[in-house]
C-alpha cells in the first residue's frame, strides 16, 4: 500500500516563526503536492512538484515555498508564519502520467497537519 | 476555478439508507473521481470513472457519469455509521493535467 505520512498531526506556531512541514512518501511517486484545507473553502493547491528539485505554484503559493531534495520529501515552508496560515495542510503524490504507463491519476494523501499560529 | 461542485453540502440519513450526493463540473474530463475524508484525516480515493465509462461499481458504492450534462453521482448503498464522512469529487484541471481540482464537498452523517 500506498504510504503517506507527514511529520506532525498538530503544530502550534508563533507569528512571524518559519515552520517547516514535511511530507514523505513511500512509493517512488514523481508527483507530490501541498494543499490547504479551510473550511467553506476546500482543497486549494499550494504548490505541486513533479521531480526533485521541479515546483509549480499552485492557486496559494504567497507565504509559502517547497523543497524537494529528494524524490521521496517534499517539504511545505511558512517563511515567516501568519495568522491567517492556520489551516489544516494535506500532503499527496501521484505517479507521473506517461504515454507507456496507463494513467495513474489517483493521488494518495497522507493524514494531515492542523497547524495552529498564534 | 472550481471544477467540481458536490450537492447537496450535508446529508443525514439513517443506518441502512441510501446515500446519494451529486457533482457537477464545468469543462470536458479524462476522467472524475470521488474521494472520502473522514473528519481530521486526509482523503482516501474511492473510486475513478474515465470519460467513456456510464456506471462503475465497488463494493457497496455505485458511481455514474453523464458527460452530456457534465455530472457524476456517488450511491452508498445500505449506509452504516462508519460512511459519515465528507465526500469529494475531483476532476484533472486540463487534458493531460497531474493536477486535480476538489469540490468543496458533501458531509454524510449516517445516525446510528
Known amino acids: 500500500d500506498v504510504k503517506v505520512t507527514q511529520s506532525s498531526r498538530y503544530l502550534v506556531k508563533r507569528t512571524g516563526e518559519k515552520v517547516f512541514l514535511e511530507c514523505v512518501q513511500d512509493?517512488?511517486?514523481?508527483?507530490m503536492f501541498w494543499y490547504r484545507q479551510d473550511p467553506g473553502l476546500g482543497l486549494r493547491l499550494i504548490y505541486f512538484?513533479?521531480?526533485?528539485?521541479?515546483?509549480e505554484k499552485g492557486d496559494i503559493p504567497e507565504g509559502y515555498s517547497v523543497s524537494r531534495e529528494k524524490k521521496e520529501r517534499f517539504s511545505l515552508i511558512l517563511e515567516s508564519a501568519s495568522t491567517n496560515q492556520t489551516s489544516m495542510y494535506l500532503c499527496a503524490s501521484s505517479l507521473l502520467l506517461t504515454s507507456g504507463r496507463r494513467a495513474q491519476e489517483t493521488q494518495y494523501f497522507g493524514p494531515g497537519t492542523r497547524l495552529l499560529v498564534l | 476555478s472550481q471544477q467540481g461542485e458536490e450537492d447537496p453540502q450535508a446529508l443525514s440519513i439513517q443506518e441502512g439508507e441510501n446515500a446519494t450526493m451529486n457533482c457537477s463540473y464545468k469543462t470536458s474530463i479524462n476522467n472524475l473521481q470521488w474521494y472520502r475524508q473522514n473528519s481530521g484525516r486526509g482523503l482516501v480515493h474511492l473510486i475513478l470513472i474515465r470519460s467513456n465509462e456510464r456506471e462503475k461499481h465497488s463494493g457497496r458504492l455505485r458511481v455514474t457519469l453523464d458527460t452530456s450534462k457534465k455530472s457524476s453521482s456517488l450511491l452508498i448503498t445500505a449506509s452504516r455509521a462508519a460512511d459519515t464522512a465528507s465526500y469529494f469529487c475531483a476532476t484533472e484541471r486540463g487534458p493531460g493535467s497531474e493536477k486535480l481540482v476538489f469540490g468543496k464537498g458533501t458531509k454524510l452523517t449516517v445516525n446510528p
Open positions: 512538484s513533479y521531480d526533485v528539485k521541479m515546483k
Open positions: 512509493m517512488d511517486h514523481e508527483n
